[in-house]
C-alpha cells in the first residue's frame, strides 16, 4: 500500500472487505462471442458514481496530462495539445466489479493508441502505472492499455464528461473491470517491471478480465 494513498470512505473499505471474502463469485466462465453479460454481473440502465469520495475539479486551463518513463517522448499535454490529438468515438459496455453493467455507452476522446504512436514506449515497457488527480492509481499490462477500444475519453453521449465521471478525460478500457478505467486522469507512467495501484493492493485482481471473473487476487 502506498502511504500517499487518499483516506478510506465507508464504502472503500466495505469493498476491500468483499475482496477478502470473495463475494460475488459466482465461478462460472463465459465467453464475450456469445454472451454479452459476463458472469455473475446485472445490467442497469442508470450510471452509478463509484470511487473514494474525491471529486477534484481540475480547472481546463491548468489541466495537464503527462506521459513518462520508458517512453522515447514523453510528453506533457495542456488541453489544447490533447484536442489536436486524432479523436474518435467508440461503443462499449462498462462491467464494475460490484456487479453492475451498462451497454452502449459512447465515448469521444483520443483512442489509446494515437497516444502511444507520439510517446513511442521503448522495447523494455510491459506495464503501466495510471495516476489520477483524486489520488487513485490502477496498473495495465501495455498490452491491455494497447487494446484497439481503448479511448481516453473527455465526452459521454456526446456531452462533455460529469465531474463525478471523471472530467476533463478518463480512460475507457472495455475489456477490464471498470475499476481499471481511470477517472480524472492525470499521469501515464510506462515501466519496465509492474507496480499495483490502488484497488490491487487492496485484494483486487491484477488484472481484472470481467468474462474470466478475475474479481479479486487468490489468497
Ligand atoms: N480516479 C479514480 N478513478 C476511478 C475510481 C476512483 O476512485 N478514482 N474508481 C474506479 C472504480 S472502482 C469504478 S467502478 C469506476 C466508476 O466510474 P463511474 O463513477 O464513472 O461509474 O471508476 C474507477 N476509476
Ligand atoms: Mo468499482
Sequence with gaps: MSDDAPAESKLTR???????????LTGRHARPETDRLPPGQHLTQDWPVLDLGLHPAVPLDRWTLQAFGAVEHPVTLNWAALQ??????????????????RYDN???GVPVRALLDLVQPQA???????????GYTTNL??????????????????KPLTEAHGAPLRL???????WKSPKWLARIEFRTG??????????????GDPWAEERYSAG
Design 141 to 158: 499490462d501495455l498490452a491491455d492499455f494497447a487494446s484497439p477500444d481503448a479511448i481516453l475519453a473527455h465526452s459521454w453521449s456526446g
Design 84 to 101: 489536436a490529438l486524432p479523436q474518435a468515438s467508440k461503443v462499449s459496455d462498462i462491467h464494475c466489479v460490484t456487479t453492475w453493467s
Design 172 to 178: 475507457v478500457l472495455p475489456h477490464l473491470y471498470f
Design 14 to 24: 466495505s469493498k476491500q472487505r468483499w475482496a477478502e471474502e470473495g463475494r460475488f
Design 106 to 108: 459512447q465515448w469521444d
Design 124 to 134: 523494455e515497457a510491459g506495464h503501466v502505472l495510471l495516476h489520477s488527480y483524486d
Design 194 to 207: 509492474d507496480r499495483q495501484g490502488y484497488w490491487e493492493t487492496r485484494g483486487y485482481h491484477n488484472r
